[in-house]
């Protein structure tokens, strides 16, 4: 899918409604093959309220094209991208947005 200044918002209030109490979360890009800025700041923003609530924000699974950009940006230093096959990955609550699995209760 296309993360972009339309799905954004979208995704940034999916994200808000679902983070209260999670201390874990995955964001699984596989199927994400364009971000755009806003796209990054909505990452950016989830990560911050990960970081308020104590909690860890993990990105896998990212696409050359979308790693590109989030090199790019400089995001991958604030990012904590990970390989699918460097942890478990078991989810109490899946949902699917805008080509984005995000999995909370790792």
Not at 59 to 73: C, P
């Amino acid at each position: 899918g296309r993360l972009d200044a339309a799905t954004s918002i979208e995704l940034g209030k999916s994200l808000n409604e679902s983070l209260e109490g999670v201390r874990e979360l995955a964001l699984d890009l596989n199927d994400l093959y364009y971000i755009a800025s806003a796209g990054l700041r909505i990452l950016l923003q989830t990560m911050k309220k990960m970081d308020k609530q104590d909690g860890k924000m993990s990105v896998r699974n990212v696409q050359d094209t979308v790693m590109s950009v989030i090199e790019m940006s400089g995001f991958d230093g604030l990012l904590n991208i990970e390989r699918a096959e460097s942890r478990g990955f078991k989810a109490s609550s899946l949902i699917l947005s805008k080509g984005i699995l995000i999995a909370s209760g790792i």
